[in-house]
């Protein structure tokens, strides 16, 4: 029972941690990395353990799987050069910088050791990040840059730290050897992302049961990422193309009775697998703290103080680098943005180098180390002190530092979210002019009107209808949910606007009965 009773205290302690949070409007991540810190000291905490290979699919896949979800391609490659230079170039330099600092620190660290360090505290993680922009409204762009730097850098930072670590077991690699295997996984990893896409389906749409067909997608994630790892293949590269696929495919198959359950235990697991995550590496860091010397503490202690100080400046100066060189190009005629806007103000930069707290990856991939990995205790703790510092500094100032700067959104999703609903209500409209009943006259007043709300009013949400005439309401609603698809599929609407549409439709749809 202490195990149970243990995890129980846990996740109502991090419920209550994350309301405090939203009370206080900072991000959640910020009071987990505080309970995990203060759960390592408290007296006759639990002693539990997790197979090191076991970390990456259990905490990583399927929170990368809900991110990707939920990732617009045409955002992604409106914004692919700084996305793209954040991804490759920012946590390139990051991985270089704690090597080089750490490998000054503890001179006897195996280079490759350093390099692994590297690579477990480059990438940024979006959740607290995200946590803190839901709140404040910053220009629509910088948004979706820092969505699409998180999820990618996750891939190119595990592609360094799979390597560093091979590196340590084979005690030397050279860059002839494992090259060619490195492009045949990557461009292996996006093929069977694609295939596994179209194949998974066929057997997940079969499945009309919301429990059931909600446990497959989760078995079909896992799967996929240990399919992966086994053939060699990048789990991660492997899961993003599956899911920004499926993305594309499934709002189609996938009815509103298991879509709105489904999206709801998503959420819910990602923030268990959260919780489980800052818990879990607290409780890593008890015995390691305890194995210490006083005065070996103070120097861990130094040593990740430096190495979070050399994570902030490094992305700090290559984020006003990207912004110099960038306009320099331009200056010279040499790079013609489509958008005015593609470089950000010295005030955006700040705030895009400002959002490089540490999450869920970092302490994952750390806990996945292999026991006997040299310096592996020395490695842990700084992930975890490096998570613990920035979602304490950055996370506890971001949203001040927006605040104070005064950047604004012109809110484009808004406005994609009005224009979408006039076609799709007008697209219901059409569905049921033609029938002479009193029911679908009331159902076309109740649309006019909704129309009408979304010319005086775009920010307004939609009602869900209350009257019983369920097959004309389910009529109508398909045909407005067609309109959607086509004008995402068009890229009218981009696929922020089209969730916001989705649920929305979803809610209309399930309370006519469908």
């Known amino acids: 029972m202490s195990t149970f009773e243990w995890i129980i205290a846990l996740l109502l302690g991090a419920v209550a941690l994350s309301a405090l949070a939203r009370r206080i409007k900072v991000p959640y991540p910020t009071f987990l990395a505080i309970g995990g810190a203060a759960i390592a000291f408290v007296p006759a905490s639990p002693s539990w353990t997790l197979e090191p290979d076991l970390a990456l699919a259990l905490f990583v896949a399927p929170v990368l799987l809900d991110a990707a979800y939920d990732t617009s391609l045409r955002d992604l490659r409106n914004n692919w050069v700084p996305v793209s230079t954040l991804v490759v170039a920012a946590v390139g330099l990051t991985t270089a910088g704690v ?57 190119s930072s595990l592609l360094i730290y799979r390597i560093a670590v091979g590196a340590v077991a084979m005690e030397h690699l050279k860059w002839s050897q494992i090259g060619p295997t490195v492009a045949l996984a990557l461009g292996g990893s996006v093929v069977a992302g694609l295939l596994a896409a179209r194949v998974m389906p066929l057997f997940i749409t079969r499945i009309t049961e919301a429990p059931s067909a909600i446990i497959v997608q989760f078995a079909t994630t896992f799967m996929i990422w240990i399919g992966a790892e086994h053939l060699g293949l990048s789990g991660i590269l492997t899961i993003v193309v599956y899911a920004m696929t499926i993305a594309r495919m499934a709002p189609a198959r996938m009815p509103a009775r298991l879509r709105v359950p489904s999206y709801a235990v998503w959420e819910t697991t990602v923030f268990v697998l959260n919780v489980l995550a800052f818990m879990l590496i607290g409780l890593q860091v008890q015995p390691i703290w305890s194995r210490l010397a006083q005065e070996v503490r103070w120097e861990y202690c130094v040593a990740a103080g430096w190495i979070l100080l050399t994570i ?149 949400g939609v009602a869900s209808g209350e009257l019983p005439a369920d097959p004309l309401r389910r009529r109508a609603i398909d045909a407005a949910r067609k309109t959607i698809f086509d004008l995402r599929a068009t890229e009218v609407i981009g696929d922020d606007a089209f969730h916001k549409l989705e649920e929305e439709l979803d809610r209309a749809e399930l309370s006519a009965g469908g």
């Open 312 to 460: 902030i400046l490094v992305r700090l100066g290559w984020v006003m680098t990207y912004r110099t060189i960038l306009r320099v190009l331009i200056a010279h005629g040499i790079y013609h943005p489509k958008d005015p806007n593609a470089v950000a103000s010295p005030k955006g930069g700040i705030i895009i180098a400002w959002c490089g707290m540490r999450g869920l990856v970092t302490l994952a991939t750390a806990f996945a180390l292999p026991e006997h990995f040299p310096y592996r205790d020395f490695i842990v703790f700084s992930a975890f002190a490096v998570v613990l510092g920035s979602l304490v500094i950055q996370g506890l100032t971001l949203r001040p530092l927006i605040l104070a700067f005064g950047l604004k959104d012109d809110d484009p999703v808004g406005v994609e979210v009005a224009r979408a609903r006039a076609f799709a209500y007008r697209a219901a409209l059409d569905a049921i002019e033609s029938d002479p009943s009193e029911e679908a006259e009331i159902l076309r007043l109740e649309y006019r009107a909704i129309l009408m709300q979304a010319e005086n009013d775009p920010d307004g």
């Open 99 to 155: 090597a080089f600092v750490a490998h000054r620190l503890i001179p006897d660290m195996p280079w490759a050791a350093a390099v692994a360090l590297g690579a477990i505290v480059a990438p940024p993680d979006a959740a607290a990040a995200v946590a803190i922009l839901s709140q404040v409204r910053l220009p629509y762009r910088m948004v979706k840059v820092l969505e699409g730097e998180s999820l990618l850098n996750d891939a």
